[in-house]
């Protein structure tokens, strides 16, 4: 079996090498047998260690010809997974998720209104424009509504947020709250403000409409005081991403 350290150390020693050769999502790492020379290592370590990043989603490995040990690009969904993680074992609640949110995503706002391609400015537009027609179908409601957070997050161009944003979402989703009526419709509103004013390229006024739309969240005390207080359970949360993954792999 391979030592723990060892494994760890060869982890670290791949993920250099892939950013020294300047490798990209998609691009094969070598060949084992090539790895296992240039290293001194043996096969068993060189596995954990590939096995090490699979499971932080820097690398996948695939079977079959032409298959070997693939450079991957972490899913926000491993994120979501980890932070809830994190939240359940330090009592985080909705209110800590909304709170980071209403932190992170104005000054996304402001950066997707400077940075946003015509095509993710007419993306985010059909999105609000959707979420506005579906404020009396809850469930195509919450999809569309977290939908048009992610195309903001990828109009921002800034790769952090562009991970960070989706996992908060998924967190969001999986305590299981309901938006009434009336907010789905404010929100919807909200939202046709914040995708013309990213269209606009006003970066102060998509990050005002921001603001205002995730912070009118504290309504919704008056038709569940203890919401907000509701814990993050990580089970639930990788619950909700496990079904996200299978429904989008088309296996469901």
């Given at each position: 079996m391979?030592?723990p350290?060892v494994?760890?150390?060869?982890?670290?020693?791949?993920?250099r090498?892939?950013?020294?050769?300047?490798l990209?999502?998609?691009d094969?790492?070598?060949?084992?047998?090539?790895?296992?020379?240039?290293?001194?290592?043996?096969?068993?370590?060189?596995?954990?260690?590939?096995?090490?990043?699979e499971?932080q989603?820097?690398?996948e490995l695939?079977?079959?010809?032409?298959?070997?040990?693939?450079?991957a690009?972490?899913?926000?969904?491993q994120?979501?997974s980890?932070?809830?993680?994190?939240l359940q074992?330090?009592?985080?609640?909705?209110?800590?998720?909304?709170?980071?949110?209403?932190t992170?995503?104005?000054?996304m706002?402001?950066?997707?209104?400077?940075?946003?391609t015509?095509?993710?400015?007419?993306a985010?537009i059909?999105?609000?424009?959707?979420?506005?027609?579906a404020?009396?179908?809850?469930a195509?409601?919450?999809?569309?509504?977290r939908?048009?957070?992610?195309?903001v997050?990828?109009?921002?161009g800034?790769?952090?947020?562009?991970?960070m944003?989706?996992?908060?979402?998924?967190?969001?989703e999986?305590?299981?709250?309901?938006?009434?009526?009336?907010?789905?419709k404010?929100?919807?509103t909200?939202k046709?403000?914040i995708?013309?004013?990213?269209?606009?390229?006003?970066?102060?006024?998509?990050?005002?409409?921001?603001s205002?739309?995730?912070?009118?969240?504290e309504?919704l005390t008056?038709?569940?005081?203890g919401?907000?207080?509701?814990?993050?359970?990580?089970?639930?949360?990788?619950?909700l991403?496990?079904?996200?993954l299978q429904?989008e792999s088309?296996?469901?």
């Amino acid at each position: 079996m391979a030592q723990p350290k060892v494994a760890a150390e060869i982890a670290r020693r791949l993920m250099r090498e892939a950013a020294e050769r300047g490798l990209e999502p998609g691009d094969h790492m070598g060949a084992e047998s090539a790895l296992i020379e240039r290293y001194g290592v043996a096969r068993g370590s060189l596995r954990e260690a590939f096995r090490l990043l699979e499971a932080q989603g820097a690398v996948e490995l695939r079977r079959g010809a032409g298959g070997g040990a693939v450079l991957a690009r972490p899913r926000p969904t491993q994120l979501a997974s980890f932070l809830a993680m994190t939240l359940q074992t330090g009592g985080g609640t909705l209110r800590t998720v909304l709170e980071t949110r209403s932190t992170i995503e104005p000054a996304m706002a402001a950066l997707a209104a400077r940075r946003r391609t015509p095509e993710q400015a007419q993306a985010l537009i059909e999105c609000a424009e959707g979420l506005f027609d579906a404020r009396h179908d809850s469930a195509t409601f919450h999809a569309l509504n977290r939908r048009f957070h992610d195309l903001v997050a990828e109009a921002s161009g800034n790769l952090l947020i562009a991970a960070m944003l989706p996992a908060l979402s998924w967190m969001s989703e999986a305590i299981g709250w309901e938006l009434p009526p009336r907010v789905r419709k404010r929100i919807a509103t909200e939202k046709r403000g914040i995708a013309g004013a990213i269209d606009d390229g006003d970066s102060w006024g998509a990050s005002q409409r921001m603001s205002r739309m995730i912070m009118g969240y504290e309504d919704l005390t008056s038709v569940d005081s203890g919401l907000l207080e509701r814990p993050v359970a990580w089970a639930d949360v990788d619950e909700l991403l496990e079904k996200h993954l299978q429904e989008e792999s088309g296996s469901v």
